[in-house]
């Protein structure tokens, strides 16, 4: 059964930086494409960067491109989302994901399995 374990959130002041964690097990993962998500409060979720697991080529939004980072460590089985700069805008709960196959999709909906996300509060 795979379960994918978010960490690493909390409550950081604008211009921050915080780490965010995904523990994936139950499989491996060498196959899929690992995603982060975020929800605001009163919006959707949307798509913020992804990474295949093998080769480790990576997308991000535009809204992050530049101040996250996404990466993966194969031997703990983690993927990582570094995100510096970060302003009140980026205030959400943020989701890990993955996906079968090597297409690096920002589209949610190709995701077929989700962690229980992870809280992140930038005050300003």
């Known amino acids: 059964q795979v379960q994918l374990v978010e960490s690493g959130g909390g409550l950081v002041q604008a211009g921050g930086s915080l780490r965010l964690s995904c523990a994936a097990s139950?499989?491996?993962?060498?196959?899929?494409?690992m995603g982060w998500f975020r929800q605001a409060p009163g919006k959707e979720r949307e798509f913020v960067a992804a990474?295949?697991?093998?080769?480790?080529?990576?997308y991000y939004a535009d809204s992050v491109k530049g101040r996250f980072t996404i990466s993966r460590d194969n031997a703990k089985n983690t993927v990582y989302l570094q995100m510096n700069s970060l302003k009140p805008e980026d205030t959400a709960v943020y989701y890990c994901?993955?996906?079968?196959?090597?297409?690096?999709?920002?589209?949610?909906?190709?995701?077929?399995?989700w962690g229980q996300g992870t809280q992140v509060t930038v005050s300003s």
């Open positions: 990474i295949r697991w093998s080769g480790g080529n990576t």
């Open positions: 139950g499989r491996t993962f060498r196959r899929y494409v």
């Open positions: 994901a993955a996906t079968y196959g090597p297409r690096l999709t920002p589209n949610e909906y190709e995701y077929n399995y």
